[in-house]
């Protein structure tokens, strides 16, 4: 397998050209089943396996999980911001200087816990969204680039099938 097919196995994100309410629909199914289909991924690991990287060179996936519950915490903040201000500049964070901090090395059910209930907030938020809602959108200070909230919601749906592939990587190194 190649390098790159390791590092993004669900491919690279491209943002859409278009976006139909059935994408939208779709993407945020996506955030909805997130925690539940990740919590099933890992749910029979020990720890040590919990500490087995997607790749060399990888998180572990004890680092995924954590970096999920951060990221999409991250992200949830991001849309609320969005959805009350105009065009928000976001406050960027180092995920790699996270993904290093002791809390990274702790059990992943804080983590799990952490997702299922932003989540249940984020998909309740997103159903509730017209299409005015979807417009709204916040500025990436290091990129300078204004995004929608709608393209934040692909990208994020994306990260979640990124990270979701990253644990069956592990996983196929676990069991063989």
Same mark, same amino acid.
């Given at each position: ?9 669900? /491919? !690279?994100? =491209?943002?859409?050209?278009?976006? !139909?309410?059935?994408?939208? &629909?779709?993407?945020?199914? =996506? ?7 990740? &919590? ?6 020990? $720890? ?5 990287? +997607? &790749? ?5 996936? &004890? ?5 999920? #519950? ?15 201000? $105009? ?5 960027? +964070? $180092?995920?790699?200087?996270? #993904?290093?901090?002791?809390? +990274? ?27 005015? $809602? ?21 990208? +994020? ?7 979701? /592939?990253?644990? !069956? ?8």
């Amino acid at each position: 397998m190649t390098d790159d097919l390791l590092k993004y196995p669900v /491919g !690279t994100f =491209t943002a859409p050209a278009s976006y !139909t309410p059935e994408d939208l &629909r779709k993407w945020t199914k =996506t955030i909805k089943e997130f925690p539940g289909k990740l &919590r099933h991924a890992i749910v029979n690991l020990n $720890e040590k396996q919990l500490d087995t990287p +997607y &790749r060399t060179g990888g998180w572990t996936i &004890r680092q995924v999980v954590h970096h999920c #519950a951060d990221s999409h915490m991250n992200c949830l903040l991001r849309f609320k911001w969005a959805l009350t201000e $105009e065009n928000p500049t976001i406050k960027p +964070y $180092e995920e790699a200087d996270w #993904a290093l901090l002791p809390d +990274y090395r702790m059990p992943v059910e804080s983590s799990l816990k952490i997702l299922e209930g932003l989540h249940l907030h984020w998909g309740a938020l997103l159903d509730s969204f017209g299409e005015d $809602e979807w417009r709204r959108t916040f500025t990436h200070p290091a990129t300078g680039k204004t995004m929608q909230l709608k393209t934040a919601l692909a990208l +994020y749906a994306w990260h979640s099938k990124h990270h979701l /592939g990253h644990v !069956t990587q592990a996983l196929k190194l676990i069991n063989h």
